[in-house]
C-alpha cells in the first residue's frame, strides 16, 4: 500500500511540476470559476456538485473541489465476485475530493488528464442481516482523462471522463455480521459532468 501511495504521490507532483512549467501567459488573465454537477449521482438518488477555478494567467491548469454522494447500482456492487449477489446495499454517504485538471489546448476545452485525491464516507447493509448497518471511510486517489465538449458559444459544456485509481479503508467497518464487504482497491469510474463557466 505504502508503494502504492508513493507511486501515486510521485504522479501528482509530475503533473503539478508540469502544469507550473508548462503554463503560458495568456491575453485573458484572469481567474474564472466553473459550476459542474455529475448527472448520474441524481439517477442513482445522490448529488454532486463541483467548482472548478482557473488561476489568473493560467493557460491549461483547473484546480477545484467537490461533494457528492450516490447509492452503488447493483452492477457496480457486482463488479467484485466476492460480493456479487450477497445481498450488500451500499452508499456513499458523503465525499469529499480536490481536482486538478491539465488541458493540452486551454483550460476547460477539450482533451484533458486529471488527478482526484479525497475521502468517501461509505454506509452498508446486507439483505441477510435485518436492521443492521456499518459505516467506514476510504481515501480515494484517481487519476483520469477526460474531453471537454462545448456545443455552444457561450460557457456551457459536457464533460466525460473516465478514471482509474486505488482506494483504501482509512475508519470504521466493512463487516456485517459473518458477511464481509470486499474493498477492492482500485476502483474505475466512467461517467460526465455537465457545467459552465463564468
Given at each position: 500500500m505504502k508503494k502504492t501511495i508513493k507511486f501515486f504521490a510521485i504522479i501528482f507532483a509530475i503533473l503539478v511540476g508540469f502544469?507550473?512549467?508548462?503554463?503560458?501567459?495568456?491575453?485573458?488573465?484572469?481567474?474564472?470559476?466553473?459550476?459542474?454537477?455529475?448527472?448520474?449521482?441524481?439517477?442513482?438518488?445522490?448529488?454532486?456538485?463541483?467548482?472548478?477555478?482557473?488561476?489568473?494567467?493560467?493557460?491549461?491548469?483547473?484546480?477545484?473541489?467537490?461533494?457528492?454522494?450516490?447509492?452503488?447500482?447493483?452492477?457496480?456492487?457486482?463488479?467484485?465476485?466476492?460480493?456479487?449477489?450477497?445481498?450488500?446495499n451500499v452508499r456513499i454517504t458523503s465525499a469529499y475530493s480536490?481536482?486538478?485538471?491539465?488541458?493540452?489546448?486551454?483550460?476547460?476545452?477539450?482533451w484533458f488528464v486529471g488527478l482526484q485525491g479525497g475521502v468517501q464516507n461509505i454506509k452498508i447493509k446486507n439483505d441477510n442481516v435485518e436492521g443492521q448497518s456499518e459505516k467506514y471511510s476510504n481515501m480515494l486517489i484517481m487519476p483520469s482523462i477526460g474531453y471537454n465538449w462545448r456545443p455552444f458559444d457561450n460557457g456551457f459544456y459536457v464533460k466525460p471522463w473516465l478514471g482509474l485509481g486505488y482506494t483504501s479503508k482509512v475508519s470504521g467497518t466493512n463487516s456485517i455480521g459473518t458477511y464481509k464487504y470486499k474493498i477492492n482497491p482500485m476502483v474505475n469510474f466512467l461517467t460526465f459532468h455537465v457545467g459552465y463557466t463564468f
Open positions: 502544469t507550473a512549467n508548462a503554463q503560458e501567459k495568456t491575453t485573458e488573465n484572469k481567474t474564472t470559476y466553473s459550476v459542474e454537477i455529475d448527472p448520474m449521482t441524481y439517477a442513482f438518488k445522490g448529488y454532486a456538485v463541483h467548482v472548478r477555478i482557473k488561476p489568473k494567467n493560467s493557460k491549461r491548469l483547473l484546480l477545484g473541489a467537490g461533494t457528492y454522494a450516490m447509492t452503488y447500482p447493483d452492477f457496480l456492487v457486482n463488479m467484485e465476485s466476492a460480493n456479487k449477489d450477497k445481498g450488500w480536490f481536482f486538478s485538471e491539465y488541458y493540452f489546448k486551454e483550460a476547460n476545452n477539450k
